[in-house]
């Protein structure tokens, strides 16, 4: 009998707390969008103007639910599996156009947007999803209110393409060889400039995080390693969309990495500035609440049309971010 009674009473006790923590965190929803060849899984939380976040290296959407968390008073946030990604399957019927990938990649951060939104999209891309970004500024501007491109590693914008192109070569052709492991040596070498990061790359791509982990770090080698960072821009039509452009670099990211100076020269060729938010190449995953800060204070900045969205402070967590009077 008391021990029943006993039972119940945890089991109540269990349920307030799982109440008020219902009250306080809001819940991401998920959904699949059918786009051609493909079913792209994404989540989607709060209210407000629609903020995408596109993943880089790693495709996948579970990065991103810390921040979305955090900015989900401000914003209608939503991230996705890229296609071929953990959860975004690929059809078992038709082929793939890995000749154009990128620009499928576009095509559905295009489809993602107009299903999730009447009005334009604040769209953030990092890394290998900066690239995509800024070929989704180029294809469609129409849709989109800011473009924040975060570290982009495009080499083709930057004087020494040649020697980078070879050392890109060299990490593909050492993964066909050697598989992964020694290809992220490389790699790192490659993008952070010092190979203090390595252990944080390795561990952030040990197949035991999850079932998804192996499949997506060989999609990432086999089919965007090379074709992303050696994507050649046109520049023309990126610099007439150059109004809803924002370019953003890690606070602690290496000045002298390449994915960092690719942002400087589209701010010196387009008289832009560039942006520092919290953290380092992954500072949004890393250090969620800072960046979430700077993200919003330089969205706010731009006086694009972003007033609404920063009336509410960001209330979950630490920071309360106040509005800031013009
Ligand atoms: C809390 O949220 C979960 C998931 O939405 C739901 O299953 C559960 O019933 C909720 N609990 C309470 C006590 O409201
Ligand atoms: C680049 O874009 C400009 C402006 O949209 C267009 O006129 C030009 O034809 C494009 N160049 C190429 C090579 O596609």
Known sequence: MHFFAALTLLFEAALL??????ATIPSSKPGYLDVPGASLYYETVGKG????????????????????????????VAYYDRRGFSRSYLSVT?????????????????????HLSNEPAIVLGTSSGAIVALELLIQHPA????????????????????????????????????????????????????????AGLFSGMDPKISPFMAGNSMLWFEREILPYPLHEFNLTAMESNKDLL???????TDPSALQYRTNVVLGQ????????LAGGHTGYNLEPQAFAKDLVLALGKRGSGMEEAIVGPIRYGATSLKKKRR
């Not at 903020?51 to 914003?75: C, E, K, V």
């Not at 038709?94 to 107009?114: M, N, S, W």
């Not at 924002?246 to 602690?252: D, F, Q, S, T, V």
């Not at 060729?269 to 520092?276: D, I, S, T």
């Open 49 to 76: 103007p629609l903020l995408l976040f596109i993943s880089g290296g790693n495709g996948a959407a579970d990065i991103w639910r810390s921040i979305a968390m955090i900015l989900s008073l401000n914003y209608k």
């Open 17 to 22: 707390v799982q109440a008020q923590l219902n």
């Open 143 to 198: 849709i989109l209110r800011t473009l924040v491109s975060h570290e982009p590693p495009a080499i083709t914008l930057l004087p020494d393409i040649e020697v980078l192109t070879v050392m890109q070569q060299e990490v593909y052709t050492t993964y066909r060889k050697f598989g992964i492991p020694a290809a992220m040596l490389k790699f790192a070498t490659l993008y952070e400039g010092n190979l203090g990061a390595v």
């Open 246 to 252: 924002m370019l953003a670099n890690g606070k602690e």
């Open 269 to 276: 060729k387009f008289g832009l500035n560039v942006e520092l």
């Open 94 to 114: 038709e082929p793939q156009d890995y000749d154009h990938r990128l620009y499928t990649d576009v095509d559905d951060a295009y489809r993602l947007i107009k």
